[in-house]
């Protein structure tokens, strides 16, 4: 087929969908992967018996549409209060990608926060709303003044508040949220995806503030290949949102698995702790080290600014250790020569201490 042909084939592409860059992952063969913000750690209790889990796993059938008995334990497990109804996506992203297309139309807008989740612009415009960005202040906190400006000018149909934020890692302040949540047109989303690690969370308050939804994931609990994630709030809404779920997206061997393992969230949860348990230390690590800006992480990552060096070349050498962490890649603004590194094992931890003070020390 010729080139011409394809050129006219393309035309058909919405224009912003070809001016977009896909998401990036960048290949971890061969390192230590710390650049995700995946648990490292496996679920022993499982381990070996995943053959006797899934047995019952009809492959041949389609699977529960509703995943009742899935929804029913995340319920349990991520304590929904009564009241509250649920809807399963695959994954945060897809509960996104719903939500931005129930409220989709001439003239609407999605607020959220910069530096943030890249999926929130990313998704409105795979749908044709606009992305709003209200930057966070020089400590990364919200820009009050500003929010309200941007929310009186721009009415968003949805706000969406990582809780905590990523990539910066940090909670944003109750109050502030809660004068959001009163001041909002339309939706309000808490995405809740480093629960685990933060220990705070808006998913008591759903019956206090109708407009309020509350999204869970079980990636960071160590269950990221299942790709599962939760929403939450009153059920009139979470209706709505359920009409454009495509059916059966949760698939048989994810609703098998996953409840399976919420089973033993006692294991999980101790996993967190372990974590978090490991990021201060990693903080104190990264406190003493003249020439970096650690900031204050409430997640199982932690966001750090290069005072001295180039990013670009402190991430190389990194990476020749056979590390891998993430490159926030920005020249400029609020995380111009930043790097993220997500909390591993103790020893991981250790390596990439020892490869961060190697690449400093370079000239």
Excluded at 92 to 121: N, T, W
Excluded at 237 to 250: A, G, S, T
Excluded at 334 to 356: K, Y
Aim: hydrophobic share 50%; charged share 20%.
């Amino acid at each position: 087929m010729s080139l011409a042909v394809i050129e006219k084939l393309l035309n058909w592409i919405r224009p912003e969908i070809r001016a977009l860059n896909a998401y990036h992952v960048a290949n971890a063969g061969g390192l230590t992967k710390l650049d995700a913000m995946e648990n490292p750690y496996t679920l022993e209790a499982l381990t070996g018996h995943w053959p006797e889990v899934l047995a019952g796993a009809e492959i041949n059938r389609y699977p529960d549409p509703t995943a009742a008995q899935l929804r029913s334990k995340l319920s349990q497990v991520m304590e929904v209060p009564e009241g509250a109804e649920t809807v399963l996506g695959n994954g945060s992203d897809e509960l996104i990608q719903m939500l931005a297309m129930v409220v989709s139309g001439k003239g609407r807008c999605i607020l959220s926060f910069d530096p943030g989740f890249v999926m929130y612009r990313m998704i409105a415009e795979f749908v044709g709303l606009q992305y709003v960005g209200v930057p966070l202040d020089a400590d990364f906190n919200l820009d009050m003044a500003a929010t309200r400006a941007a929310i009186e000018k721009h009415q968003p149909a949805i706000i969406f508040i990582a809780y905590p934020n990523n990539p910066t890692a940090n909670l944003f302040a109750d109050a502030d949220i809660e004068e959001i949540l009163n001041i909002a047109p339309g939706l309000v989303v808490v995405d809740e995806a480093y629960h685990p690690f933060a220990q705070s969370s808006f998913m008591s308050r759903l019956a206090r503030y109708p407009q309020l939804l509350v999204m869970r994931t079980v990636s960071k609990m160590g269950l990221a290949g299942l790709r599962l994630g939760m929403l939450a709030g009153h059920p009139a809404l979470i209706q709505e949102v359920d009409k454009v779920r495509l059916p059966y997206n949760i698939n048989v061997l994810t609703q098998h698995a996953a409840v399976a393992a919420l089973k033993h969230v006692e294991a999980l949860d101790e996993q967190a702790a372990v974590i978090r348990v490991e990021r201060e230390a990693m903080m104190q690590a990264l406190a003493l080290m003249e020439g970096v800006e650690a900031f204050p992480s409430r997640a199982n990552f932690i966001l750090f600014r290069l005072l001295q060096h180039s990013a670009a070349e402190v991430f190389a050498s990194i990476r020749e250790a056979g590390i891998l962490i993430k490159n926030m890649n920005a020249q400029t603004g609020a995380l111009s020569n930043c790097l993220r590194v997500t909390i591993g094992m103790p020893d991981e931890n250790a390596a990439f201490l020892v490869a961060l003070k190697k690449a400093l020390k370079s000239d």
